[in-house]
Structure formats: C-alpha cells, structure tokens
C-alpha cells in the first residue's frame, strides 16, 4: 500500500524556521496537502495544491515541492504552531488518499 | 456558518454493527464530495472512505473494504458510515470532512464521533 514518510518529530525555538518533510513516490504525479492538529481537536487545512495558502492560514506557512518530497516550512515559529502535521496526497491513480505519519512540532 | 456535525459513535462489542452519520449545513451539501477520516487514540490520522457528490463514485480503504459502506442523503444533507464486523482496530474517533472541488483538499472537519469496539 502507499505511504507518506515523515519525521516524528521537530523541535524548534520560537522565532526560528520548522521544515516539515513528506516523502511518497507519486508525490510528483499528485498534490500535497498539510493539516495542523492540536490536542482534542479536528485537523485544520494549512496548505492545499502544494503551496497555496486557504485564506485565514498566516503567512508564515508555506509548501513546497521538488520531486518525490514536499514540505511544509514554518517561518518565525510561535508558541501556538505547537501541534501534529500530517501530509496527504493520494495514490498514483487518485483513488485511494492517504495521510502521511504525522510530524510533532515542539516549540521549545 | 458551514459546519459538519458526527453522530452515532458508541462502544460496540467485537462482530458488532454501527452507523454513523455526519449532517451537513452552511453550504450546498450536493455539491461536495465527502469522506470519512479515522484516528485511533493516540495514532496518526487515516483515510476511511470517500463519495462523489451524486454517490456513483465510491472508494474504500483496503483495512475497511467489505465491511464499511459509505452512502449518501443529498434531500438530508447528510453523510453515512455503516460499520459491520467491527474489530478492536477500528476503536478510534471517526471524522467526516468535505472535499473542497477546487482544491481537492479535506477543507471542512467535524469535531468526530468516538467508536469503541470492546467486549
């Protein structure tokens, strides 16, 4: 079955940049989208297609692609982007998503 | 104000059934298509299923196929999950997102239902 690789975790100092890495072989067949999950809550789109962000997401998140790897970079961390990532994409035939392994952002 | 609220969540013994629902309001539900996306406590995030916006398109996620049916109300706006044969694995909390057609992306979240299988 497909999968989407991402590291467990990123620490990182406020103020300071967090990438976010997602790696899947159809990546650059299929878009890629990044939610941001904090505890006891629902998933919130921060990135669509890639790199574009949905309108009331800061501007200090951004996507980008290069091949089989996309990822989401974090400019000027704050306290409150603490939480969980998740990449999604879906299969080279666009019939089955999937989520990526999820990424803990840890604001030190 | 567009909002998608889970129903139907409960504890439910091993072979056991469930369904549930995801009403839609704040847009035109027959528009969008759906999905269903599941988080075991404590795991990441996985896709369950997904329904084109008339129900003539439907896909299933290998760890559901057989035993999960997703349908849909279009005159209800509402969103579907029957859930047969449960097993221990499908314990987790069960969201309902909608598929902006633009963007393709899981644009709008429920808060979820939790379903636990347990004997």
């Known amino acids: 079955s497909y999968e989407l690789t991402q590291p467990p975790s990123v620490s990182v100092s406020p103020g300071q940049t967090a990438r976010i890495t997602c790696s899947g072989d159809?990546?650059?067949?299929?878009?890629a989208y990044w939610y941001q999950q904090k505890p006891g809550q629902a998933p919130v789109l921060v990135i669509y297609k890639d790199s574009e962000r949905p309108s009331g997401i800061p501007e200090r998140f951004s996507g980008s692609s290069s091949g089989t790897t996309v990822t989401l970079t974090i400019s000027g961390v704050q306290a409150e982007d603490e939480a969980d990532y998740y990449c999604q994409s879906a299969d080279s035939s666009g019939t089955f998503y999937v989520f990526g392994t999820g990424t803990k952002v840890t604001v030190l | 104000e567009v909002q998608l609220v889970e129903s139907g969540g409960g504890l439910v013994q091993p072979g056991g059934s469930l369904r549930l629902s995801c009403a839609a309001s704040g847009f035109t539900f027959s528009s969008y298509e759906m999905n269903w996306v599941r988080q075991a406590p404590g795991k990441g995030l996985e896709w369950v299923s997904y329904?084109?916006?008339?129900?003539?398109?439907?896909y299933y996620a290998d760890s559901v196929k057989g035993r999960f049916t997703i349908s849909r109300d279009n005159a209800k706006n509402s969103l579907y999950l029957q859930m047969n044969s449960l097993r221990a694995e499908d314990t987790a909390v069960y969201y309902c997102?909608?598929?902006?057609?633009?963007?393709?992306?899981?644009?709008?979240w429920g808060q979820g239902t939790m379903v636990t299988v347990s004997s």
């Open positions: 329904i084109s916006s008339s129900g003539s398109t439907i």
């Open positions: 997102a909608r598929d902006h057609p633009d963007s393709g992306a899981f644009d709008i």
């Open positions: 159809a990546l650059p067949k299929q878009y």
